[in-house]
């Protein structure tokens, strides 16, 4: 239920963490893992780098959708600068008068499939997108145990603090008794000025342990991202941390099931994976490319319309349509025997008559039948190119390509290797965590018992206030290691439980509850009873 709730949390972590956002309002670890996790700059890299991919497959995407293109153009020209303009001229216009040309065109492309360098690009996005969000996984895994070490550094520097201050008092005690001692006759100065010189090296211990709660507050706000405009409201922050502060769960590890869950489970090795198969999508992007490209194309002329279209072998439609309309000074027209009758006999050479034959009867002077004039032009052209002779270089990028999953294969073994070792080092540090909880919980139970006994001898009048007062000391200090053996066991928990790769809302759920999974690998045991 707790786990639910968590999750429920950081679906509305922005409405929450306008009210959350105060160190007032901060009572638990969840408190602190959810401003850290919405603070955290690497996460919001993270999501910004999604972002980035999925516009990119959203640009992919399109590639496969029409593509339109609409363009015009309006040229105006003198006939000087067009290719007609002396028959224009010799018809009466001038070179100056101007020729106007107006265009438009309508274009449709079409990707009728995924060719090769698509399909490379739309596998080279899935799995940006699967490192992308593994690493942000990896972030907040991280990020989670840094909040609970940070967290643990706190309780403990506090827990030290108060011992340290307790040390004080019993320092201000034991000199009041000497003092005493010293007017009855029954110590000397030089007894006074050991109490004296212990009370000093207290009150550093005090300053020393203060130092150490300011830094841990300092270090803790800065990683959920709030100020800490008061120390005071940093030492309310640490009491009531310190006072909600619940025994952990105790749990039997079974080492082999935890080290197979961890190769199966963790996310290095699920990010190498990736980068292996990205390797082999590179090297079959690279088999894939043709050595030849085959395109058909096709051309036709219909009324004042020009039809085009064209297909090739990387499955890419072109489609056109164009028009273009020409307007040109009005002159005399050529097509008439009273033009090239004013023109003087000694102008009539053998080309103007070959000019006037050409422009009066064209269709008659090569002989087309009107029913072949009204035939519609049009166009059709295959082209074949194939690629060869470059050196080696295709089969260079082959090798390459090998050679980088080769790489990636050997770079998951090594990851293995050193994650069988990291495994093995954190299991080392549950145990060792967990022996050391145990004797402090026996040193806190021997201190215990001492201080009853003191207790019952202070009231038979045996020992001194001062005694009585230095076996509640031992207490306390035993109290604080076992408090500070019980927050390394947690830490090393956390730690482990990040080591053999628990999902983001498994660990979350151990670190803030204390409600780890029931996979096999852990056996709970119930909180220990301390």
């Known amino acids: 239920m707790k786990v639910l709730t968590f999750c429920l949390l950081l679906l509305l972590l922005p409405c929450n963490l306008v009210h959350a956002k105060s160190l007032d309002n901060i009572h638990s670890v969840t408190d602190l893992i959810v ?27 399109a590639s496969l959708k029409p593509q339109f293109n609409i363009s015009g153009e309006y040229i105006v020209e003198n006939l000087a600068n067009q290719p007609l303009g002396a028959i224009y001229v010799i018809r009466g216009a001038d070179y100056e008068e101007q020729v106007k040309t107006k265009s438009g065109a309508f274009t449709i492309v079409q990707q009728l499939g995924l060719n090769n360098q698509l399909k490379a690009a739309f596998q080279q996005v899935e799995i940006g997108q699967d490192l992308t969000e593994l690493q942000k996984d990896l972030f907040a895994a991280a990020l989670v145990v840094k909040v609970q070490e940070n967290y643990c550094n706190l309780l403990k520097a506090y827990s030290g603090m108060q011992l340290a201050a307790q040390a004080v008092e019993h320092s201000k005690l034991a000199i009041s008794v000497v003092r005493e001692k010293e007017s009855n006759g029954v110590a000397t100065p030089l007894d006074v000025l ?3 010189n212990n009370l000093y090296t207290a009150e550093n211990q005090l300053l020393q342990a203060t130092n150490g709660v300011n830094v841990s507050l300092l270090a803790l706000t800065q990683l959920i991202g709030l100020d800490l405009p008061e120390l005071d409201l940093g030492y309310q922050l640490a009491d009531r941390l310190y006072q909600a502060y619940k025994n952990p769960e105790y749990w039997d590890i079974n080492y082999e099931q935890a080290l197979n869950h961890a190769l199966n489970s963790r996310l290095e090795l699920k990010l190498l994976a990736k980068k292996i198969e990205q390797a082999h999508a ?39 349509i164009y028009r273009s309309e020409t307007t040109y000074p009005e002159v005399e027209d050529l097509n008439t ?29 090569v002989g087309l039948t009107e029913q072949e004039r009204d035939a519609d032009p049009w166009q059709v052209t295959l082209n074949l190119n194939y690629q060869f002779g470059l050196g080696g270089a295709k089969k260079a990028a082959r090798e390459q390509a090998a050679l980088g999953i080769t790489k990636a294969e050997i770079e998951y073994e090594q990851a293995k290797e050193g994650i069988e070792l990291e495994i093995y080092a954190l299991y080392q540090q549950v145990l060792q965590a967990r022996n050391s909880l145990k004797l402090s919980q026996s040193l806190l139970s021997e201190a215990q018992e001492t201080y ?7 009231e038979l009048g045996l020992i001194t ?12 200090k035993a109290e604080h290691e076992l408090f500070c053996a019980m927050l390394e066991y947690e830490v090393a928990l956390g730690k482990f439980g ?21 996979i096999g690998i852990l056996e709970a045991k119930g909180r220990l009873n301390l």
């Not at 700059?41 to 995407?61: A, C, G, T, V």
């Not at 395109?295 to 002329?301: E, I, M, N, Q």
């Not at 025997?337 to 008659?364: H, K, T, Y």
């Not at 990040?498 to 029931?518: H, M, N, T």
């Open 194 to 196: 050991k109490e004296q």
């Open 465 to 476: 206030k001062q005694e009585l007062s230095e076996g509640k000391l031992f207490v306390g």
């Open 337 to 365: 025997d009273e033009f090239w009758d004013n023109i003087p006999d000694q102008w009539m050479s053998e080309d103007i008559q070959r000019l006037r034959d050409l422009i009066s009867g064209l269709e008659a002077s």
């Open 452 to 458: 009853q006994r003191l207790g019952q001898m202070y």
């Open 282 to 320: 590179d090297y079959m992007s690279v088999v894939g490319e043709r050595d030849w490209t085959v395109s058909l194309k096709g051309h036709y002329l219909v009324d004042d319309y020009v039809l085009q279209g064209s297909i090739d072998s990387e499955r890419r439609l072109i489609g056109t």
């Open 35 to 61: 401003l850290a996790i919405d603070k955290d700059y690497n996460l919001k890299i993270s999501d910004l780098q999604l972002e980035e991919i999925y516009k990119s497959q959203q640009r992919l995407d």
């Open 498 to 518: 990040q080591g053999i790769g628990l999902d983001l809302v498994e660990l979350i759920s151990g670190v803030a509850y204390g409600e780890w999974p029931s």
